[in-house]
């Protein structure tokens, strides 16, 4: 019988992430700084690898997830990925939530304790992240923000889920439609975080805390870990197949095209422009109005309802 193997953390070649096991704590680490540690396609696809290495190795107990450098614990998923790739093919949109749900679902179900080292920024599905981790341990300059609603999207990737079982009800629902962030001493009090500590110390006390969870029996930690999931599973399956479906489709709408080309752009989006056109009836779905016109000279159909102009021969529309 084949046994269900693990490997050395240097036998695998990751680009995105690094990854470290040694004396019992596996280190998972966002390694785009760059990009303010935010994650793409690829990089969740190593996560997942990583995740279930560490699942499996019976030398590991306890995982920390945490980002390069000090600036970003992790902002989130790549908005310049998702303008330049899923708002031009949104059905690709949900194949990677398939890979994002993996993720997510790899990490809450390791079966060992999991602390998110809160090193810097906690943004959008970073602070998912964070939600799906156990503890968390926060740097004191950690600021934490969901930003859906800012950028064109719908934080259903766990934040939707998570944060009233986690802050409460109106808390949660201050997070999700201002988009404001938060300090880490407010985090704190919330109870989005354990423990808040001085940069220089964010090291030493997310130790200390790995060795008082390695000096704890396996099974009933895992099987503690397992019970407490409940209320978070259970938002989570209930909820998370048709955010992934709602999601996907939303991609083909006006919102995430405005939203993301605005961040890539650093500008701010056109969210008043958006609600002027539909409070006059017209169109904010679609930039140019839906797909009802037929041009009268070469009869191409499904022309935007606002062109003056057929695309195809270039004839005139007015009056059609």
Not at 111 to 129: C, D, S, T, W
Request: hydrophobic share 40%; glycine share 8%; net charge neutral.
């Amino acid at each position: 019988m084949e046994m269900l193997t693990t490997r050395p953390a240097s036998a695998f070649t990751f680009q995105d992430i690094l990854y470290a096991k040694e004396n019992g704590v596996a280190r998972v680490t966002f390694n785009r700084p760059h990009a303010y540690n935010a994650y793409t396609t690829h990089t969740l696809g190593e996560l997942a690898e990583a995740f279930r290495d560490a699942s499996w190795d019976d030398g590991v107990a306890v995982l920390v997830l945490t980002g390069a450098g000090d600036r970003a614990f992790c902002t989130g998923g790549d908005v310049k990925e998702y303008a330049s790739v899923y708002t031009r093919r949104p059905r690709d949109y949900w194949k990677y939530m398939s890979l994002f749900a993996q993720a997510l679902d790899l990490l809450r179900n390791l079966g060992k304790p999991v602390i998110a080292r809160l090193n810097g920024i906690v943004a959008g599905g970073g602070n998912e992240f964070n939600m799906a981790c156990d503890l968390a341990v926060a740097a004191d300059h950690v600021q934490i923000r969901q930003v859906g609603t800012r950028v064109g999207s719908v934080a259903a990737g766990g934040a939707t889920q998570w944060l009233p079982i986690i802050i409460g009800d109106r808390r949660a629902r201050e997070m999700l439609f201002t988009c404001e962030p938060i300090t880490a001493q407010k985090a704190l009090e919330w109870g989005l975080v354990n423990r808040v500590v001085p940069a220089a110390e964010l090291d030493r006390a997310t130790d200390e805390l790995c060795q008082t969870l390695i000096q704890k029996f396996p099974e009933c930690t895992r099987y503690t870990k397992q019970q407490l999931n409940f209320w978070k599973d259970l938002a989570w399956h209930a909820t998370i197949g048709h955010a992934r479906e709602w999601l996907a489709l939303h991609f083909a709408c006006w919102e995430p095209l405005e939203g993301m080309t605005a961040f890539t752009e650093k500008r701010d989006p056109a969210w008043l422009e958006l609600r002027q056109r539909a409070a006059e009836g017209r169109s904010s779905e679609m930039p140019w109005g839906p797909y009802v016109r037929t041009c009268p000279a070469c009869g191409a159909r499904h022309i935007p309802e606002e062109f003056e102009f057929c695309g195809r021969c270039g004839a005139a529309l007015k009056g059609v």
